[in-house]
C-alpha cells in the first residue's frame, strides 16, 4: 500500500489538505479546542514556544467556523490526580487552568468540559454532550499535545464510529496542534508521528 512504501513525512505532507477544500456542513460541525489553556501554552510545564506559535491559526480556525458547535477540553487537576504518576504536576492553578487569552472571545455559547485524564472521551461531562449532540459529524480539533490528548482523543473517536459504521469526519489541524519539548521528548518528532499515526487510522490531517 502506498501508506507503507514511502517516507512517513513525505505522505503526511502529500496528504494534508487545506481544510476550506474539505466540504463541511458547518450545521454539523464541532470544533474541538483541546487544552488551549496557559498551562499548554503560556505558563506551565508543557507549555512552549513552538505551541504559542501556533496561537495565529487556532484563531483562525475558530473563526473560520465561528457559527459550527464549540468545545473547550482541558484539563483541570489537584494534587491528588493519579496522572501525576506518570507526568509531571501541571494545570494545578487558576492561572494554568485559563482559556489562553487569544481564544477567549469565542468562550461565549461554547462548551467547557474539565477533564482529569488524558483522553476527554470518558469524562462524563462529555458523554452527556455526545448524547445531546447526536447530529454531529465532523469534529475538527486544535490545540494541545498532539501525541497525548489529540491523538487519543481522535483514535476514540474514530474506533467508535468504525465500530458501530457510524460516519464521522475526524479532522486535526496538522497547523494548530503542537506537543512538548523536553530532551527526551522532541515536541516536533512527537508532533509528526503522532499526526503520521492518526492519518494511518482514517483521521483526516489538515492545515488552515
Same mark, same amino acid.
Given at each position: ?8 513525512? !513525505?505522505?503526511?505532507?502529500? &496528504? %494534508?489538505?487545506?481544510?476550506? !477544500? ?13 487544552? %488551549? ?6 505558563? @506551565? ?36 490526580? /493519579?496522572?501525576?504518576?506518570?507526568? #509531571? ?12 487569552? +487569544?481564544? +477567549?472571545?469565542?468562550? #461565549?455559547?461554547? %462548551?467547557?468540559?474539565? !477533564?482529569? @485524564?488524558? $483522553? ?9 454532550? %455526545?448524547?445531546? $449532540? ?8 486544535? *490545540? *494541545? ?5 489529540? &491523538? ?13 459504521? !457510524? ?13 512538548? /519539548?523536553?530532551?527526551?521528548?522532541? *515536541? ?13 487510522? @482514517? ?6
Amino acid at each position: 500500500m502506498a501508506l507503507f512504501s514511502r517516507s512517513a513525512d !513525505k505522505i503526511l505532507d502529500e &496528504m %494534508t489538505t487545506n481544510i476550506r !477544500k474539505i466540504p463541511l456542513d458547518p450545521a454539523r460541525t464541532v470544533v474541538v479546542n483541546m487544552n %488551549t489553556v496557559n498551562g499548554y501554552f503560556k505558563d @506551565g510545564y508543557f507549555s512552549s514556544p513552538a505551541a504559542v506559535a501556533k496561537i495565529p491559526k487556532l484563531i483562525q480556525l475558530n473563526e473560520y467556523f465561528l457559527h459550527s458547535r464549540r468545545l473547550f477540553i482541558y484539563d483541570t487537576h489537584n494534587f491528588q490526580s /493519579s496522572e501525576f504518576k506518570t507526568f #509531571p504536576e501541571h494545570c494545578t492553578t487558576k492561572e494554568e487552568c485559563a482559556v489562553i487569552d +487569544e481564544l +477567549e472571545r469565542f468562550l #461565549p455559547g461554547a %462548551t467547557v468540559i474539565e !477533564k482529569n @485524564g488524558t $483522553n476527554p472521551f470518558f469524562c462524563p461531562a462529555y458523554l452527556r454532550w %455526545t448524547a445531546e $449532540n447526536k447530529n454531529a459529524v465532523n469534529f475538527v480539533i486544535c *490545540g *494541545g499535545m498532539t501525541d497525548i490528548s489529540v &491523538m487519543q482523543y481522535a483514535l476514540s473517536l474514530k474506533a467508535y464510529a468504525n465500530q458501530n459504521n !457510524k460516519k464521522l469526519n475526524v479532522v486535526v489541524l496538522e497547523n494548530a496542534t503542537q506537543s512538548f /519539548s523536553t530532551e527526551a521528548h522532541d *515536541g516536533n518528532v512527537m508532533h509528526r508521528f503522532a499526526l503520521y499515526n492518526m492519518m494511518l487510522n @482514517g483521521v483526516i490531517i489538515a492545515e488552515i
